[in-house]
């Protein structure tokens, strides 16, 4: 017997009308801007959540503090460049 997931066809799980309506409020945001803005600066981030309206940082494990702050000069740079 196939589980509730099996059963849901692929692509429709976790949605419906109102996903649907909040998915498409979150698109007037900036962050695609951001997105787009950082990786034009070399800085590349992704996006995840439920409604993919977060910015992901996945930095490697031997990062050092000046790589972290080379990126967090990189993100702020691109905010800024979206705001103005």
């Known amino acids: 017997m196939p589980s509730p997931a099996q059963s849901v066809p692929a692509g429709k799980l976790a949605r419906s009308a109102r996903s649907d309506e909040i998915v498409a409020r979150h698109r007037k945001y900036l962050w695609p801007q951001v997105m787009e803005r950082a990786r034009q600066n070399g800085l590349l ?40």
């Open 45 to 84: 981030i992704g996006k995840g959540g439920l409604y993919g309206n977060v910015l992901r940082l996945a930095p490697m494990l031997n990062t050092s503090k000046s790589d972290v702050d080379e990126a967090t000069r990189l993100l702020d740079k691109s905010f800024s460049e979206v705001r103005s």
